[in-house]
């Protein structure tokens, strides 16, 4: 097949970028031509005028359009896969391509369709306010990037495309790494019949070892991302090891909150093969995310390496892990709760490696890359043959 893959790469690279790299590489891999049509948020808001010239794109940017129907028209595709769009691709993508016949997929990586912020947190707290009340609520509390103006951009580019039901007419299929974030998106306005749960695809990094001492956790050093609960819920650990793997804005306040507390030891951010040794190292992985995870790498490369994760019960993290299959999960955002549950782990080898174990099972089932290819493909060609039958996701919206 001839699959092109757009996406909008992020200011600082992460999973999403990750995500879509991997996809990319597994279906080159397959023996599939893979055309990428990547946009850079970098070097489009590097200056005040390129902001501006942005936002007043975010629409529908011309230039978008124009490579989309260029590719289009250099030869056949059989799909197009857009992943992020936001803010410099913009929704022409879907509407070109959709034009032109070319069946397009959409992955919802994150909340963005619902969320100016993409992960519904506000405050530090779990917010869903914009689901019921629109896009345009968003703007009060400049939740995109702390700013007003830009957050009226995101809105603006919401409320557009909805009230021109381009989602119902340009996508023939979403893809939710997760069935709560099918279930959020639902909600949020998204067609549901045309939402498939595909879990994220992740190399497989081997035979696992058997388990190690203490924690590791793995992932930016954010406040999103719960560490300080960790560090407070370490408190509690008798000096058991706790490895803090990665970087980022909150990294000199965890560590002097993490001052005095006996066995956390910051790694720093660490090439792939060191975070594959930290996890061999550990008996098991934290994700403490205080916000709805739609399906973060740390989790699933613990699962990879037969390491239970401690989670919180909240999101799409119960759903990967499972309270007692490949993981544990705490009730509550508190200190108290979490540190409940990493003493379990720690006071019962046995039971580390038994979710260990199950912990491996859902990884080759869920996310090894034989797996993940194979639903891929089988998504490709489905609405491939929907539009070769003369299907369309627009067939009964008539264009604005």
């Known amino acids: 097949m001839r699959i092109a893959i757009f996406h909008n790469r992020y200011r600082e690279r ?34 005040p005028i390129g902001v501006l010239r942005i936002a007043l794109r975010a629409r529908r940017n011309p230039e978008s359009a124009a490579r989309a129907a260029r590719l289009a028209e250099q ?82 580019t919401v ?27 639902g909600e949020a306005g998204l067609p549901r019949e045309r939402i498939e749960v595909l879990p994220l695809v992740l190399a497989d990094p081997g035979e696992p070892a058997p388990p190690g001492r203490g924690a590791v956790y793995v992932g930016r050093l954010s406040p999103e ?28 306040a965890l560590r002097e909150r993490a001052r005095g507390v006996p066995g956390v030891r910051f790694l720093g951010a660490l090439p792939h093969g060191e975070v594959l040794r930290a996890l061999r190292e550990a008996a098991f992985a934290v994700v403490p995310s205080r916000w709805y995870e739609v399906s973060p790498f740390a989790a699933i490369e613990a699962l990879a390496s037969a390491r239970p994760v401690v989670a919180w019960r909240g999101g799409s993290l119960a759903e990967l892990v499972g309270d007692g299959r490949a993981g544990l999960l705490f009730d509550a955002l508190d200190a108290a709760s979490l540190a409940r549950a990493c003493a379990r782990m720690l006071g019962d080898p046995e039971l580390v490696r038994r979710l260990g174990a199950q912990a491996r099972e859902d990884y080759l089932e869920r996310h090894a890359p034989d797996v993940g290819l194979a639903r891929r493909e089988r998504l490709y060609a489905a609405v491939s043959d929907e539009r070769r039958r003369g299907g369309s996701p627009g067939a009964d919206h008539p264009r604005a």
């Not at 557009?160 to 381009?166: E, S, V």
């Open 14 to 47: 992460g999973g999403e970028d990750t995500a879509v790299d991997g996809e990319a590489e597994l279906l080159e891999k397959a023996g599939h031509t893979v055309v990428r049509c990547i946009a850079d948020n970098r070097d489009a808001l590097a200056s």
């Open 75 to 156: 030869a056949p595709l059989d799909v197009a896969h857009v992943h992020n769009f936001f803010p410099v691709l913009s929704p022409a993508v879907h509407e070109t391509l959709s034009a032109r016949g070319v069946p397009v997929v959409q992955t919802l990586h994150n909340y963005r369709f619902a969320c100016a912020n993409g992960n519904l947190l506000r405050g530090g707290s779990v917010c869903e306010e914009c689901i019921p009340r629109g896009p345009w609520h968003a703007v009060r509390y400049g939740c995109y990037r702390g700013s007003r103006a830009q957050t009226l951009v995101w809105a603006d």
């Open 225 to 252: 991302k719960g560490v300080d609960l960790l560090i407070d819920a370490w408190r509690e650990q008798g000096g058991a090891p706790l490895a803090i793997v990665g970087g980022g804005p909150a990294e000199a």
């Open 159 to 185: 409320a557009h495309h909805r009230a021109r039901d381009t989602w119902r007419r340009c996508v023939d299929r979403f893809v939710a790494p997760t069935a709560f974030a099918a279930r959020i998106l």
